[in-house]
């Protein structure tokens, strides 16, 4: 995959939204922040919550004060579908029960985009809706793929959402040696929801919401071959 354009964001219009970092120097800094946390040591991670097919586990963070969480559990479809379905665009929104919106504010290149996306009201609405503008990008990982991004302090505000921060997170996709027909896809997640909520409830959630991140990917990846 080519990397990604340097320079600012844009409106269509050709009127300039925001500065924004190198976008090279940034998306190469992630990637190479998401490859170190996959490669920690499986002592440094605590369990969180099992399932029969999904494991998550969690350290604290050296980015906030919170928890960066890792999930891994084996999808049943090959790795560029189930990117296709995780990454910026229309499929995530079809089946993301957690996303309510998501528009993609500027593309860099193919695979590198600026998105700003909102989250519906979790635990019964003690966690209110959030909104996020994130930097995105998908990169070629060793036989896989691996979408990362990480959040933008972004000035444009909207008052009816409390925005979120995303620190470097994403998503490791493989094809399984002995099956490259399923994938087995691992995530790194370290998201500030801000506001007054205690971090125990944010806790909580989170770990429930990986779960529910992978049995829902699932459904909509066998619904998409039906």
Known sequence: MAEPASGRVWTSQGKQMEDLPDAVVLATRLKNTLIQYHSLEDDKWRVAKKMKDVTIWRKPSEEFNGYLFKAQGVIDDVVNSVIDH?????????????????????????????????????????????????????????EGLLSCGISLDWSEKRSE???????????????????????????????????????????????STLINFYGDLQKALQKAYV
């Open 86 to 142: 995780i990454r910026p665009g229309p499929c995530r929104l079809d089946w993301d029960s957690l996303m309510t919106s998501l528009d993609i504010l500027e593309y860099f290149e193919e695979n590198c985009c600026v998105m700003r996306y909102t989250t519906a009201g979790q635990l019964w609405n003690i966690i209110s809706p959030r909104e996020f503008v994130d930097f995105s990008y998908t990169v070629d990982y060793k």
């Open 161 to 207: 959402f409390v925005r979120g921060y995303n620190h470097p997170c994403g998503w490791f996709c493989v094809p399984l040696k002995d099956s490259p027909n399923r994938s087995l896809l691992t995530g790194y997640i370290q998201t500030d929801l801000r506001g007054m909520i205690p971090q125990s409830a944010v806790d909580t959630a989170m770990a």
